[in-house]
């Protein structure tokens, strides 16, 4: 099978774990494998806004000679430190020491917080060093298979459901605008975004910006598509909420602005609400017809 190495750029850098049950581990028991690490103390990782963070408190095993419970342990440990971004998991360990670990996930998370968990969970399993590689499969609440991944020690590559490699995320650095500490002004950032094939980048600016918290955190992409040079940007109708101490014009504007700077060929955005017929913005900005970079509204650097 051909591979084509995906090198993740993310730097190693909790929330109390609400009561879950998890399902059996899995029917195979290993054989009880010594883990050679120092006193048995391992860091735990999580994902922390746009980066992997390595948690300050380190974990003690309380099983090193017993690898089936190694794993558990630190799988515990996960769903608390990433703050439940996975709910629950099976694992089961093969023969030669390969883990497939099956965890469920939101159906509808962002291609760039799938890599951040993935990076997290991965970077704390592989301490244990009798690990050799980990197929990881998330599956929604439903049982629906949403992806499946194998990630070895020296290089990370996915796979897709038909066993062909791809070069699923390759990142680029973009611009956006985020809204200022006085939530009437936006200040430009570069940060880097990971899409995925067929993904639009139009879809991965708004995630990050509800993922900062600049729109509705709640917001939703339905659609993009491109005319001439104008985009039009389908959101759902939680983008009318409201974001606490942002005016209006920062919150569309911050949409507008980002989206405009990602190609020279797009001069304007139009904004369309899911279930609205409003041309008004909470009756502050008209959405009638597409907006234009707002620079007047842009911290100076």
């Known amino acids: 099978m051909k591979k084509m190495k995906v090198l993740l750029l993310l730097l190693a850098l909790s929330t109390a774990l609400s009561a879950c049950t998890f399902p059996g581990i899995g029917s195979e028991e290993k054989k009880q494998d010594k883990i050679e690490n120092e006193n048995g103390e391992l860091n735990i990782y999580h994902p922390e806004g746009l980066r992997v963070a390595r948690r300050e408190q380190t974990y003690r095993l309380r099983t090193p000679d017993n690898l089936t419970q190694s794993v558990e342990e630190l799988l515990t440990e996960l769903v608390t430190a990433c703050d439940n971004q996975f709910t629950s998991y099976t694992y089961m360990l093969g023969e030669d020491n390969n883990l497939a670990l099956t965890i469920v996930v939101q159906a509808d998370a962002s291609a760039e917080s799938r890599v951040l968990l993935a990076a997290a969970i991965t970077e704390t399993l592989f301490q244990l060093p009798e690990i050799e590689t980990i197929s990881l499969t998330r599956t929604s609440e439903l049982g629906e298979k949403l992806s499946e991944e194998v990630f070895t020690r020296s290089s990370v590559y996915y796979y897709d459901s038909d066993g062909d490699a791809y070069d699923r995320y390759n990142p680029r650095t973009v611009r956006v605008y985020e809204a200022g500490a006085d939530g009437a002004t936006l200040v430009e950032k570069s940060v880097r975004i990971y899409p995925t094939p067929?993904?639009?980048?139009?879809?991965?600016?708004?995630?990050?910006?509800?993922?900062?918290?600049?729109?509705?955190?709640?917001?939703?992409?339905?659609?993009?598509?491109?005319s001439r040079d104008c985009c039009s940007i389908k959101l759902s109708d939680s983008f009318l909420d409201d974001v606490s101490g942002h005016t209006p014009e920062t919150v569309i504007y911050a949409v507008v602005n980002s989206v405009c700077s990602l190609s020279e060929d797009i001069t304007s955005v139009r904004i369309l609400i899911d279930g609205s017929e409003s041309e008004t913005f909470h009756d502050t900005v008209s959405i009638s017809s597409p907006l234009v970079f707002n620079s007047a509204i842009v911290q100076e650097p």
């Open 198 to 226: 067929g993904e639009s980048m139009e879809k991965l600016v708004i995630d990050h910006l509800a993922a900062s918290g600049t729109i509705p955190r709640s917001t939703r992409v339905f659609s993009v598509s491109v």
